[in-house]
């Protein structure tokens, strides 16, 4: 059957990707640019603990994953406690 002819008809037009998609590929795609920009081996915070899950020992969190490490780097709580941490021992 020949489907190129007919009226309003769109070859790709897979439609608009919903609200669950669109953060799922958001994530993806910022871990994938965090993880070429950060190198966790230099990151001084940075822990895998005996449990196989990520610690950040500034903020003392939890993380399952390597992305959900780099997502909290990039959140307010640990830039707030980093700034204070700078701020406090400027030299180490």
Known sequence: MDFQNRVGSKTGGGGVASASES???RRERLAALAAETI?????PYF???????YECKLCLTL????ASYLA??????HQV?????V?????G
């Open 23 to 25: 953060q799922r590929d």
């Open 39 to 43: 190198d966790l081996q230099k990151d």
């Open 47 to 53: 822990m895998r603990n005996h449990l196989g899950t």
């Open 72 to 77: 909290h780097t990039q959140g307010k709580k």
């Open 81 to 85: 406690i980093f700034i204070a941490n």
């Open 63 to 66: 993380h399952n994953n390597e």
């Open 87 to 91: 701020l406090n021992n400027p030299l």
